[in-house]
Nanobody, 118 residues
C-alpha cells in the first residue's frame, strides 16, 4: 500500500519557522514529482511548491524567497522549510506524490495543520 505520512505542523508566531516532512512508503520515490499543497478555510487547495526527482523546483509566487522544498531520495522523504511565516500561511498542508511513470497513482497525505498567529 502506497502511503504518505506527514509531520511537522503546529502553531508558530508571525516571522517564525517550521519544517514539514513527508515520507513515502510502498512505492518507488523516484517515480514521483513531490509537492506540497495547502488549503485554508473557505479556499481552494493550492500548490505551494513541487520538486522533481532530479531536484528541479517550482514555487507559488506567495512563498518564493520564504519557503524551500527539498527531497532526500535515500530516505524517500520530501521537506518544506517555511521561514518568515505570515498569518496568511495558515492552512492545512498536504503532501502529494504525482507520478511521472505509467502504472503509478497520484497519492495524497492526510494533511497537517499550520497556524501562524500571535
Amino acid at each position: 500500500q502506497v502511503q504518505l505520512v506527514e509531520s511537522g505542523g503546529g502553531l508558530v508566531q508571525p516571522g517564525g519557522s517550521l519544517r514539514l516532512s513527508c515520507a513515502l512508503s510502498g512505492s518507488i520515490f523516484s517515480a514521483y514529482v513531490m509537492g506540497w499543497y495547502r488549503q485554508a478555510p473557505g479556499k481552494r487547495r493550492e500548490l505551494v511548491a513541487a520538486i522533481t526527482s532530479g531536484g528541479t523546483t517550482n514555487y507559488a509566487d506567495s512563498v518564493k524567497g520564504r519557503f524551500t522544498i527539498s527531497r532526500d531520495n535515500a530516505k524517500n522523504t520530501v521537506y518544506l522549510q517555511m521561514n518568515s511565516l505570515k498569518p496568511e500561511d495558515t492552512a492545512v498542508y498536504y503532501c502529494n506524490a504525482n507520478p511521472v511513470r505509467l502504472g503509478y497513482k497520484n497519492v495524497w497525505g492526510q494533511g497537517t495543520q499550520v497556524t501562524v498567529s500571535s
